[in-house]
């Protein structure tokens, strides 16, 4: 499969990525709200239950884990829709979808710096240092396979490079548009009041920006890949 970047192809990826993240958070303090019965406070990457589940570890384990295992499952969906028996074009959503919930930021923040949903939680119930051995593994079993398959799904020509930039580039965008732009925005009290699905009015803003981008562009992540070259035949000194 050859990766083919048109401006239409790059918006629905670049959206799919965004409503990835922000799905991810909404899964969390979604779960609190059905456990608590309250919704907690949160940003566009911190987020807390409300205070009649400050003190229940059960619960906050289960918002906390559920965040990472709704985005492992959209990967391993993706994971499937990249079998070799899948047309190119459902190969190609599934490829967006391994990258566009960042299994790049998944490795880097529970195998190598400690922290991330996956080792927090674990951290709760086991000590710090088996909670980062057992998270990380967790992490690199979940990631791991579909990176590997969605790597073999490209064409040998290049095939490096564009892994490597689908792998790296969502979380240095989400780095800088998610963490740098819009925390800073909100934290400066812009668009801060609390509205719907516990979220404050620049969440939910966002989230309604990139869910109607991603609903305009979502065919283009079906031609995200194109067949790849074919193979060019063997010269030979006999006659065919």
């Known amino acids: 499969m050859r990766i083919t970047l048109t401006w239409r ?4 990826f670049i959206a799919l990525l965004f409503v990835a993240g922000e799905t991810h958070e909404l899964v969390h303090t979604g779960l609190g709200r059905l456990l608590c019965g309250c ?135 989400l780095f800088i548009v998610i963490l740098g732009g819009m925390n800073s925005l909100l934290a400066s009290g812009f668009l801060a009041t609390y509205w719907i699905l516990g979220s404050p009015l620049l969440i939910t803003s966002w989230t309604a920006l990139v869910l109607v981008s991603l609903g305009l562009t979502y065919r283009a992540l079906f031609t995200l890949g194109q067949p790849g070259a074919a193979a060019p035949r063997q010269s030979s000194l006999l006659p065919a």
């Not at 192809?9 to 629905?12: H, I, P, V």
């Not at 998944?106 to 400690?114: E, K, Q, W, Y």
Request: proline share 6%.
């Open 9 to 12: 192809s790059l918006a629905a």
């Open 39 to 173: 919704w907690g406070t949160r940003n566009f990457n911190v987020w807390s239950l409300c205070e009649s589940c400050a003190h229940k570890p059960l619960q906050n384990l289960a918002a906390t884990l559920a965040g990472p295992l709704f985005s492992f499952a959209l990967m391993w969906a993706g994971y499937f829709l990249l079998a070799p028996r899948h047309s190119v074009g459902y190969r190609s959503l599934g490829f967006a979808l391994v990258f566009a919930n960042i299994p790049f930021a998944r490795i880097l923040g529970a195998v190598f710096m400690g922290g991330n949903d996956e080792v927090y939680a674990l951290s709760k119930v086991m000590p710090y240092y088996a909670a980062w051995v057992v998270g990380g593994a967790a992490v690199l079993l979940a990631t791991v396979p579909p990176l590997v398959r969605a790597y073999g799904a490209l064409q040998p020509r290049g095939r490096i490079w564009v892994f490597l930039g689908f792998f790296l580039l969502p979380t240095a965008l």
